[in-house]
């Protein structure tokens, strides 16, 4: 699905509102530490693929002491705003974020122990192309630890999801599930597991349409106007259907490098 809006600073604040301060994607700080439970971060080296404006990868770099940090993402603005969150916050030295284009990652082989992702994926249409440079990049006895939102079958998308889509126009490349065990298997990955969170999006996309239409509509509608916030809660109600029908899902993944 082509690219028609970008995450400009209407979209980001919009979704910060809802999300809190440097997250593009649902969950905050608890949905990040969901994604890396039971994982020893200390001192490994850790890339966050797709880093927005960086909440997850400061969370990270605070909560779990890597010794290496970096955020990459296609947006450059985003980017721009993600290393100004870390020098607010006096992360600068210890996170670094940069922009990088679509494609092979600009990184050697082996760089990384861990590989976190919160929902960008969905962004990238090949997955089996991703699945072998998280591969690469990955360290022996590696890990890969991401969220993301997918198509809930391989069934040829519904006009619902291609209405949301066109709506939503932030190019996505919807997969199901199989698909991305598929391709993680394929690199050469083991023990692939995934954890279905569609439910607990699905409930939390309704509060949010609640909110967007109601008690956040003023403030909101102040910064970024009427027309703008009238799209957005149009593409949160196209959105909600297709959570509820389960044509859209969403869960967390995990694989390891042999």
């Not at 509608?221 to 509820?244: N, T």
């Amino acid at each position: 699905m082509e690219q028609t809006q970008d995450y400009d600073d209407n979209l980001v604040m919009l979704l910060e509102v809802l999300w809190g301060d440097g997250y593009l994607s649902p969950g905050g700080d608890h949905e990040t530490a969901l994604i890396l439970d039971g994982l020893d971060l200390r001192g490994k080296r850790v890339l966050d693929l797709g880093c927005g404006t960086g909440g997850c990868a400061l969370f990270i770099a605070t909560e779990f002491e890597p010794d290496v940090l970096i955020g990459v993402d296609v947006e450059a603005g985003v980017v721009e705003k993600a290393t100004a969150n870390a020098m607010a916050v006096r992360l600068g030295d210890r996170v670094s974020f940069l922009h990088i284009e679509p494609g092979p990652l600009p990184f050697p082989d082996d760089r990384f122990d861990v590989v976190f992702s919160k929902d960008s994926i969905v962004h990238i249409a090949d997955k089996h192309a991703l699945a072998d440079e998280l591969f690469r990049v990955l360290a022996p006895a590696g890990v890969f630890a991401a969220s993301d939102w997918m198509s809930g079958s391989d069934a040829p998308p519904s006009p619902a999801l291609l209405h949301y889509q066109e709506l939503e126009g932030l190019g996505f490349g919807l997969a199901s599930p199989n698909v991305y065990f598929s391709a993680l298997r394929a690199a050469g990955f083991e023990q692939v597991s995934y954890l279905d969170r569609t439910a607990w999006l699905a409930a939390r996309s309704h509060v949010e349409l609640e909110d967007l239409d109601g008690r956040l509509r003023p403030a909101i509608e102040a910064r970024v106007g009427r027309e703008f916030l009238d799209h957005e809660v149009e593409v949160w109600q196209a959105l909600c259907a297709v959570f509820d029908t389960r044509e859209l899902g969403a869960g967390h993944w995990r694989a390891v490098k042999p």
